[in-house]
């Protein structure tokens, strides 16, 4: 088939993309490597990524609790970060390796992120070259990779590949079908299980727009019906997260509410406009990296003051405008001009980082770049010519971004001999989850060790011993007592003596703390709380009774067709 005839067809459109995608995808996987340790974060989330490894393998799944975490004290990560969306790589990495099912993980949520941004854009701009454009800026661009390989953040990185579906459940409810509420449901779940930070900012987000577009859903109130029942449902579905997150925050209180050892604030974490701008030109120098959007996203920007559009046209780039002007106010948000530290800022200073604004600013830029390319390059053959280009450059700021995450990254780490021992301060990133009581983790647990404490010196107590996710020991006294664990507390801690269940609380240093009023063997583990065990089920009930209605609702469609 010649080149112009494959252009013209476009049943070969999406295939041509694709191929296009996958190979950018395997070549980023080749270029970076698989030296993910390098990322900030990387120690953080392989110890999630193990325990649910751990949890699969020996049946305790659904378990909230790393056993092994913080040297045997246990810390609850998944009640504050959801590992949904990593059961199935979890699977994978039992039945082959983790090193494999870590290189599919990130291959694969290239490739979805790629081909849900291609199906967003196509949808609502009715363009395959648009689609095919911004996917790539959006994918590939120098942000998504700070936090894909540099940050190791795998939360804020994954929710890009999701974000994509929210904006067409958006487009749905504003302009389109609404009767396909259940997309911007599906997407917001999906954000929840991935980043719950990112979550917070879509839906700040999301209100700008609906504020934006706010006739067209007065026009037609069953939009703002079907808007609602898709927050109803996102609750539901998104069950196994949220409610046991909020029994957590209701039954205690823990570091990230109180910020007393957070070592970053929204304040401290503002940008330069100095960085601001080296980062937006990035992606073509060695030895440096900032945090930006890149030099090959900032530059189809310019092209706005030379392109026209018809009637028709013109009603999509008014659109796209409007996704530019938030981008740059975000921009903005992330300097030093704006005020954190007051009201309402304040009320987002959870957020730690301003510049994870980057990720919205990053996809309306991606559309609007696209966008502006394709109206100005009116013939089909500079079309094509624009796009080999754009692939191209994206192959090159991949290598020589690339270049940079071995040298300033990976090198450095494997010279870092207290990072490659797992520290603790590694594995616990910010500490936000643990109990406001509990002292300063490290040293406090190193010199504290595998020690039962009692309040009186009459009890004494033997035999100490961690097996699987029990602790065990045997405990001689005549006298009522009151003794401490070595295990964080969280509500869902159960203990025995003798076989007979005691009460379980918590002590004034964040531990957990049983009475004790004879002698005999003691049995602690984390057992869980019912909302734990009962919300896993609503969410896998919640997912089939959903699918059920949209394969009944497109057959209903297709039968008045």
């Known amino acids: 088939m010649k080149l112009d005839s494959l252009i013209a067809d476009k049943k070969y459109h999406f295939w041509i993309f694709f191929s296009v995608l996958l190979f950018l995808s395997v070549f980023c996987s080749f270029v970076y490597g698989t030296q993910f340790l390098g990322g900030d974060d990387y ?24 056993y092994q975490g913080l040297y045997g004290y246990g810390y609850l990560v998944k009640t504050f970060y959801s590992d949904f969306i990593l059961i199935p790589y979890a699977l994978l990495a039992n039945l082959t390796s983790k090193d494999f099912a870590y290189w599919f993980l990130y291959f694969s949520m290239t490739m979805m992120c790629g081909t849900f941004m291609y199906i967003f854009v196509h949808r609502v701009y009715k363009s395959v070259y648009v689609a095919s454009v911004s996917s790539i800026l959006y994918t590939f661009c120098l942000y ?16 890009f590949t999701f974000l994509p579906i929210v904006f067409l459940g958006l487009f749905y409810i504003i302009k389109g079908d609404y009767r396909k509420w259940y997309v911007i449901a599906i997407g917001f779940s999906l954000m929840i299980f991935t980043h719950v930070l990112s979550t917070l900012l879509l839906f700040i987000t999301i209100s700008i727009m609906l504020v934006v577009y706010y006739r067209d859903m007065i026009k037609e109130p069953k939009r703002i019906y079907y ?4 927050g109803v449902v996102t609750i539901v579905l998104t069950s196994y997260y949220l409610f046991p997150f909020f029994e957590q925050l209701l039954s205690d209180t823990f570091y990230f509410q109180k910020f007393k050892y957070s070592p970053y604030t929204t304040a401290q974490s503002r940008l330069d406009w100095l960085t601001i701008l080296r980062g937006s030109v990035e992606g073509f120098t060695l030895g440096q990296k900032s945090t930006g959007i890149g030099l090959l996203l900032l530059a189809p920007l310019c092209l706005r003051f030379f392109v026209r559009g018809n ?11 409007i996704g530019v002007l938030i981008g740059l106010f975000y921009i903005v948000l992330t300097s030093t001009l704006t005020p954190w530290t007051r009201f309402p800022l304040s009320y987002l200073s959870l957020i730690q980082f301003p510049w994870r604004l980057y990720e919205f600013v990053v996809f309306f830029f991606s559309v609007a770049g696209a966008y502006y390319i394709y109206l100005l390059c009116k013939k089909k053959n500079i079309q094509l010519v624009a796009f080999l280009l754009l692939v191209v450059l994206t192959s090159v700021v991949i290598v020589i971004d690339a270049s940079t995450y071995r040298e300033i990254k990976v090198e450095a780490r494997l010279s870092d001999k207290d990072y490659l021992n797992e520290t603790t301060h ?29 309040q009186l010196k009459e009890t004494e107590v033997y035999n100490f011993e961690r097996f699987d996710y029990i602790t065990r020991f045997d405990i ?10 070595p295990l964080i507390y969280y509500k869902g801690y159960a203990a025995s003596l003798d076989g007979v269940s005691i009460p379980v609380t918590e002590s004034s240093q964040g531990l957990v703390q049983i009475p004790i009023d004879r002698s005999g063997r003691v049995e602690a583990y984390y057992k869980g709380t019912l909302v734990q065990k009962l919300s896993f089920y609503i969410t896998i009930l919640s997912i089939f009774v959903l699918c059920s209605y949209i394969f009944l609702q497109r057959r209903k469609d297709k039968h008045f067709k």
């Open 476 to 485: 001689k006294t005549n006298v009522k007592d009151s003794i401490e664990l």
């Open 426 to 454: 590694y594995t616990m990133a910010g500490m936000e989850y643990y109990p406001s009581r509990m002292p300063y983790p490290d040293p406090f647990i190193l010199q504290r060790g595998d020690s039962v404490t009692s």
């Open 311 to 321: 009637k028709e046209q013109n009603k999509y780039i008014r659109s796209i405008d």
């Open 144 to 159: 998504r990779l700070l936090d894909l390989y540099y940050r190791g953040a795998w939360g804020e990185a994954f929710s």
């Open 43 to 66: 120690y953080f989330h392989n110890a999630r990524f193990e325990a649910l490894m751990q949890g699969l393998k020996d049946g305790t799944f659904p378990s909230y609790i790393d």
């Open 227 to 230: 808007l609602i029942l898709a």
